[in-house]
């Protein structure tokens, strides 16, 4: 047991890194954290900031050395990283887990192997392949890197063969991955919490809406069945339960036409669409991986009302200048987060509104409202 007083470092430095140093400090632990950058987001708001690559394994033992235990918020940490610093301090989840959940293929493989529900894919390593993969899975189809991608970076969707002229080479990578295009009723995820004594807590099921494949808004819960809610949570503990999480896992799903769950994405780390708990709920999800991560028990993830959302805000928001904060304050419904980076770059994850209502199509609304103002 990890107990307050403790010292935490967390591999990465972006927004899910600043939230959960909040949380920790919260509760009376330190924080360290670890990245290349400087004057991060998590490094505004910890006990101590190291600016170093990730490649630099001796910058790495030093780290090790002066924490409890390690986590992460960005799981494209190199392994021999995570493998250099698990000499020193327990890394909570397991290099193991990070290996496979930082590698598209390896994930789609993983899963499939273990009978769970996914897209239909493809590995592709040429120009030939894509074709042969086309000839397999039909178009649309969505051609994605195997490794080290996010927020639909390194994606493309080809609608019809002619598409894939040239498109393998246009990635410049060595290895991606065909997807069939799935006609979506709506994306979903659930985030689960795992302790030390292998005890589960999940978060009610979150809906999310991307716009150019970047979340955009989440409502919680999600307006499903609760029949369709419970089996995602099923299948999302079964996963948690067979890669052997202690921590936090986010699973994303599409909700097929068909009303079928597939799952696209892992993230074992706390999520976007997780970001709402943070306001809205007894447990947020930062909380629940220090808790985790710890050897606490874990916290209740019960909304504290009956719905909540979120919206994100990019960089493209700054693109007329500084946002009229005050305008879009003005309901006290509403509550405003930033994560403290000076650069808007179009695309870029500045921060988030979120709100709690009575229903979520009630939240949606006053967020989207909120963003509409800026
Ligand atoms: P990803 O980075 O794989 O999570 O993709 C980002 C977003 O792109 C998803 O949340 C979807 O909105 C869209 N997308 C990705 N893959 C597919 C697919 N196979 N079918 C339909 N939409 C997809």
Redesign the pocket.
Known sequence: MILPGSTIGVLGSGQLGRMFAIAARRMGYRVHTFSPETDTPTGQVSDLEISASYDDLTAIEKFAKAVNVITFEFENVPTKTVEAAERFAPVRPSGHVLHIAQH?LREKTFLKGRGFPI?PFQHVASQHELECAIDTLGTP??L?TAGF?????G?QKLNIKADAKDAFQALNVPEAVL??????DC?LSVITARGLDQKMVSYPVFE?A?SH???DITVCPARISSAKAKEAIRIAEGIMETLDVVGVLCV?F?LTRKGKLLV??LAPRPHNSGHLTFDACVTSQFEQQLRAVCGLPLGSPTLLRPAAAMANLLGDQWSHGTPQWTKALSNPEVKLHLYGKSDARPGRKMGHFTAMAKTPTEAHRLVAAARAQL
């Open positions: 598209r897209t189809a969505v994605k991608g996010y927020d639909g970076k994606q997807e069939a295009f799935v006609d979506f994306e999310n991307h494949h970047i979340l994303e599409f696209n994405e």
